[in-house]
């Protein structure tokens, strides 16, 4: 139906009840049609990536198409421009040393004073799958979003899967940001299949130990699904962007962010959420003066009349609760206080502050990644950095003081478990203390 303006009130559990924890899964005839095409992988390996891919692409490959290669690769490079170029590159930086000041605040090492010493060290994951969405569009930023956080965290072994264009090709941007960022293999295949040959592995294709990447409900439901068996990162499927907005906010503004997001699928999720009605007024009648004039306006058009809303609050404190509830995967806050309101917000994959942080910008050149949860799942899980590449181990050295102030507690927890052979490996190293003097 058409955009309208509707009290939050009014449309608050409706919306809410699309969204996790109130649904808790895929719907189920989704999941079934998406475990039949694992099952088919799992059973014919690189044959059927051969036969979906004509099936879904339309494209029809042979098993040496599977993997690009380098001479690919190498003639993408004459494709793009030296502008595109040193682009990839500023972001790739950008991105990169966000993610080394995480690392730098994880590791650490302290001595108690009991003589107790534990270090906090990092391991990298040993090879990870990128899903990164192409075919209609091609997305290299998301090349960066995920190939460099995992180059950050020194996975020996980096894989990208995407779906080829329609010549059987790979956008060449999305090639040379592969190349720039440093990703080991580039596999043309997509959807739930390429998930598939991730987790379980083709001829060609060898599996990885955790896959990571956005795509479309296909995507999503094959990952949920192998997910029992390979780690994943989070849920992301379909894009999302809501904006928190009072009288201050700039109702032109606010129109072409929507806009903007709902450009990424007719699933898109867009929604204003305001304290003014004049802003949703001006707003509204903003959308339906560009929707006929925009780029890309068929898409834009299905996915405002499908999933756009305008929300009015009661108040500050009404909207808030709102966002918490829902958990967009990107939020917009463009009021008065922006910052002592985003301290409130807990659920939400990013938060951008202020007229000038569009979601857009946040998608390319700021730094912050824009692999993020969906669904509801802002609630529980984070944007996608370099902690979903490493594990941290904790190594600790146990002085002789620290022993003698400690094994009594230890003795008395592993009696009280009836772990009986826990206290006799704390009793052996007495009597050994004790017969040294």
Known sequence: MPLGIFGLNDVRSSLLKKRWPVKKSLDRDLLEYVECIIEDVKRRGDSALIDLTAKFDGVKLSVKDLRVSRREIEEAYSKVTDEQISTIKLVKDRVERFERRILERIQFEYEDDLGVRICREIRPIRSVGCYVPGGRMAYPSTIVMTVVPAKVADVPRIVVCSPPQKDGGINPLTLVAADICGADEFYRVGGAQAIAALAYGTETIKPVDKIVGPGNQYVLAAKQLISSDVPIDHPAGPSEIMILADDTANPSYIAMDLISQAEHGADSIAILVTTSLDVANMTLKEITRLLDQVPNRSVVKASIEDNGFILVAENMDEAIEFINDFAPEHLEIIAEGAHEISK?????????????????????????????????????????????????????????????????????????????????????????WLEKG
């Open 344 to 432: 409130k917000i807990y659920s939400a994959g990013l938060i951008l502050i202020g007229h000038m942080t569009p979601v857009s910008l946040s998608d390319y050149s700021l730094g912050t990644n824009h692999v993020l949860p969906t669904g509801g799942y802002g609630r529980v899980y984070q944007s996608l950095s370099v902690l979903n590449f490493i594990k941290c181990i904790n190594i600790a050295e146990c002085s002789i003081r620290a022993f003698e102030e400690l094994y009594s507690s230890a003795k008395i927890l592993a009696e009280s478990e009836g772990l009986l052979n826990h206290a006799l490996a704390i009793d052996r190293r007495i009597r050994g």
